[in-house]
């Protein structure tokens, strides 16, 4: 059965390069248009191979057999390579946690070779949040907001989900990051567990919503987002780096816009659902992307991985 969303990589930089360009021109980093031409082209890998299948196990399984069947048979993967489902028969989430995917949804994982740096290497999970949270707010949802790491949240109900996966091809042992991204769009059938606590962007716009166009401004925020992780790196290269003291990541700046998850009550925990840890104060996020909390003593901790619930 032919999938029904059928996003193409003509199409795809056919967006990229006369929408999002566009868009990107008139953005608050009130960047120059020569380093906006810069960070696409970085990015433009995005959606270099777009693959849409109608259903599936799990797009980040598919990924990793693409990967392996590909390597078997004497080629590589191209970078940027997508992988859609328009429903997923045993999806998960962190710690296997069953993910609700039916069709309606967007439900994919997008392969990236690793070569990145450490430091933009930490980064990468916020690539996600921030570019779903800038396509639902271009639909006129401007209160979605971003969830430290990358959940994308509207009015305390979960909207998306993300979660990034590191896999070692078994033949020639090369590295790729795995980003599965699950975003509900026209999907308005929740299990009862989940009823209160997730929702999806037609229930929210109270009409359905175009998901081929959804997909194409995600995959071309992806590509923005990825390309500006790319020119920070390349900056730091340079040695121009980015600091706190001297100058915020461009990337980091653009989450902060994003998220209201500073200056937030908090509860935190490694597997918050099965073994929370403890309440804390948002007060910041490194330059890693790590979270900076206060404790009831006053303490401050610094957390690189995990998840929290607002109090």
Request: proline share 4%.
């Amino acid at each position: 059965m032919a999938a029904i969303n059928q996003p193409t990589p003509a199409s795809l930089q056919e967006y990229l390069w006369n929408h999002e360009k566009a868009s990107r021109n008139q953005n608050p980093l009130l960047l120059p248009p020569e380093k906006i031409l810069r960070i696409l082209r970085y990015g433009a890998i995005v959606g270099s191979v777009i693959q849409c299948h109608s259903s599936m196990d799990r797009t980040m399984d598919q990924a990793r057999q693409y990967i392996t069947d590909l390597e078997n048979s004497g080629g590589s993967v191209a970078s940027g390579t997508a992988i859609l489902a328009d429903t997923l028969i045993r999806p998960k989430g962190r710690f296997t946690r069953t993910w609700h995917a039916p069709v309606g949804g967007l439900w994919g994982c997008l392969i990236l070779a690793d070569t990145f740096l450490s430091k933009a290497r930490t980064l990468l999970p916020l690539t996600l949040g921030i570019s779903c949270c800038e396509a639902v707010r271009g639909l006129g949802v401007d209160d979605a907001s971003v969830r430290w790491v990358n959940d994308v949240m509207v009015d305390g109900r979960k909207l998306a989900g993300f979660l990034v996966e590191s896999f070692h091809s078994p033949h020639y042992g090369e590295g790729f990051h795995l980003l599965g991204f699950g975003i509900n769009i026209n999907n308005s059938c929740f299990p009862a567990a989940l009823t209160n606590s997730a929702v999806s962007l037609s229930q929210i716009l109270g009409r359905p919503v175009n998901l081929h166009n959804f997909t194409l401004s995600f995959l071309a925020k992806m590509a923005w987002n990825i390309g500006l992780l790319c020119y920070e790196e390349e900056q730091e290269l340079h040695q121009a780096y980015f600091s706190e003291e001297q100058k915020n990541h461009l990337l980091l700046e653009q989450w902060k816009n994003l998220s209201d998850t500073l200056g937030r009550r908090v509860l935190y925990g490694y597997d918050i659902q099965q073994k929370p840890l403890y309440e804390a104060i948002v007060t910041g996020i490194r330059a890693d992307g790590a979270i900076v909390m206060r404790l009831k003593d006053g303490n401050e901790i610094i957390e690189h991985g995990g998840e929290l619930q607002y109090l």
